[in-house]
Nanobody, 124 residues
Framework: QVQLVESGGGLVQAGGSLRLSCAAS????????MGWFRQAPGKERDFVAA????????GYADSVKGRFTISRNNAKNTVYLQTNSLKPEDTAVYYC?????????????????WGQGTQVTVSS
């Protein structure tokens, strides 16, 4: 089992950047595929980005491609989401998620473990 704790959210002006982090407990972090999702008020939880166990494969939602970058440091048990050129429509609670497996997973129902979320607010 793994526990996930997100950090790095906040209030930023449009065009700004934030680096979100997700720290995982446990000694087998490299066995987990990781993902980032987000949920705006009144909307469903949407896929943002995913990364496989060694960082060799990543995937992004079309809405963030070219602006966001997912990465991981297995020695630090941490996955990151660098968010650049932020837009007001990026405002949401951002969640990281984990599941055992060697693939890259894009659907929320494929993940078994979730963090508590970190709020990102982008002002216009």
């Amino acid at each position: 089992q793994v526990q996930l704790v997100e950090s790095g959210g906040g209030l930023v002006q449009a065009g700004g950047s934030l680096r979100l982090s997700c720290a995982a407990s446990g000694r087998t972090f490299s066995s987990y595929a990781m993902g980032w999702f987000r949920q705006a008020p009144g909307k469903e939880r949407d896929f943002v980005a995913a990364i496989n166990w060694d960082g060799g494969n990543t995937g992004y939602a079309d809405s963030v491609k070219g602006r966001f970058t997912i990465s991981r440091n297995n020695a630090k048990n941490t996955v990151y989401l660098q968010t650049n050129s932020l837009k007001p429509e990026d405002t949401a609670v951002y969640y990281c998620a984990a599941r055992l497996g060697s693939g890259t997973y894009y659907e929320a129902n494929k993940y078994d473990y979730w963090g508590q979320g970190t709020q990102v607010t982008v002002s216009s």
